[in-house]
């Protein structure tokens, strides 16, 4: 695979990775904005504005994009996350200037059509009623609001029916116009595709676009912890908990997610085998770790009966005391082949490729070849990934959320308070 990468004028990065065996082409232009950049008035317009851009432009109605996509076999979509906002389309190697003609139109002239708008706030409505009938949703929304307290970052993505009652279609310009520049923008493409074509597809397609570069976010700052507990009736408890982790640049963040890894990252983990294979506690539990561009959050999830609630959080409290100090190296090594497993399948898929490039440039400024990367999984250690370890449980006081019904909700949240009382025994080591 062979990567080449072009900086125009106006800021925007365009990078590639040929796949000369593929008759596909992936691409999307990714921009670094979200949720956290946010003000208190606009929670929840990143997202509404990835929605309407597939909802018109002054050259194509909302049926008009979908046709001519989907006419020539292609798909298209768009995602918004907490710091990047994504719209990506897939299409055969001869309709890459289409798709980038799409992309292009739909960010650089957007209608914001007045009935489209109020539709498709209509449509977002529709999305919040099923997150909120959706107890893993609902229990994460609570436990981001613990863990980022009066923070962009700590909020929803969907925003509230009351922001989005207030949106129209000037704020939605203004928005689009403050964030979405240059030099905070990667058009990324991956699969059948020529790096020059697609530069100059590019240079002509995005050739408005404003070469200032865009605001940044205020510094995000983990909460003081605690726990909160959430009644509804629900035949499961849904128990998370989550510490403050690192950054995307932080230099133990692989060791970190080798013991992310090892704790719950799979059906050999010690909290899968301890409390589902052995107690037979749960159908689900599993950890993982988040990272953003100065902060950094773990985050554990598993449900289960209400009245076993508070022995399951009392094990899992134990497992992730005891780990810290008696990890072997067989299940260090376990963790660094799923890790390297994972990046090496992802690089067979176009989409995953682009997808990964785009998200180097946003953060690290380049991308990371592979065996600059499997160097980095190679380098984490026992000893590493003990001490990532050891500072993770240091680092903050423990957020824990339980959702459901029963007296044993109490309970569970309470054990959690073990975790913290357990950096003492950790730091005296």
């Known amino acids: 695979m062979s990567v080449d990468m072009t900086k125009l004028s106006s800021g925007l990065t365009v990078i590639t990775d040929a796949m000369p065996h593929l008759e596909t082409a992936a691409l999307g232009v990714w921009t670094g904005v979200g949720g956290r950049d946010e003000k208190p008035n606009e929670h929840g317009i990143s997202h509404l504005l990835e929605h309407m851009a597939f909802k018109g432009t002054t050259k194509r109605s909302a049926r008009e994009i979908a046709e001519e996509i989907e006419a020539v076999g292609g798909d298209l979509n768009a995602a ?95 928005y ?38 865009a605001p940044q976010p205020p510094a995000a700052k983990f909460g003081s912890g605690g726990s909160k507990v959430v009644h509804r009736d629900l035949e499961q408890a849904h128990l998370t908990l989550a510490l403050e982790g690192v950054s995307q640049t932080d230099a133990s963040l692989f060791s970190l997610q080798v013991f992310t890894n090892v704790l719950g ?77 994972g990046l090496l399948m992802a690089l067979e898929s176009c989409s995953a490729r682009a997808e990964q490039l785009a998200r180097h440039m946003l953060v690290y400024g380049r991308p990371q070849g592979v065996p600059e990367l499997m160097a980095r999984i190679d380098a984490v250690s026992v000893d590493s990934t003990r001490d990532a370890a050891r ?39």
Request: glycine letters at 8%; one cysteine or more.
């Open 176 to 213: 689009l116009k403050t964030h979405y520049r240059g030099p905070d923008m990667v058009v990324a493409a991956a699969g059948a595709i020529e790096h020059k074509a697609v530069v100059a597809e590019v240079e002509r397609c995005f050739a408005s676009l404003d070469a200032a570069p």
């Open 391 to 429: 500072v993770l449980l240091a680092r903050s006081r423990p957020a824990v959320v339980a959702l459901g019904s029963g007296r044993g909700l109490d309970s569970a949240v309470a054990f959690a308070e073990g975790l913290a009382q357990s950096k003492a025994r950790i730091l005296l080591h």
């Open 80 to 174: 918004t996350g907490v710091e990047t906002t994504a719209y990506y389309a897939r299409v055969m190697k001869a309709d890459v200037p289409l798709a980038l003609d799409v992309l292009s139109d739909i960010l650089s002239n957007p209608s914001f059509d007045a009935k489209e708008l109020e539709c498709e706030k209509g449509v977002i409505e529709q999305e919040m009623g099923a997150a909120q009938d959706t107890p893993d949703d609902v229990v994460f929304e609570h436990l981001n609001e613990l863990c980022y307290p009066d923070q962009p970052i700590g909020r929803s993505l969907l925003g509230t029916p009351e922001t989005l009652k207030r949106f129209n279609s000037d704020m939605l310009h203004g």
């Open 265 to 341: 990252g799979g059906m050999s983990s010690r909290l899968f085998q301890e409390v589902r294979e052995k107690r037979g506690l749960c159908y689900s539990i599993y950890t993982f770790h988040a990272p953003y561009a100065d902060t950094g959050f773990f985050g554990l999830y598993t449900g289960t009966d209400p009245s076993d609630a508070p022995e399951m959080m009392e094990v899992v409290v134990d497992v992730i005391s005891e780990a810290v100090e008696t990890l072997k190296e067989a299940e260090i090594a376990r963790a660094k082949a799923q890790m390297k497993a």
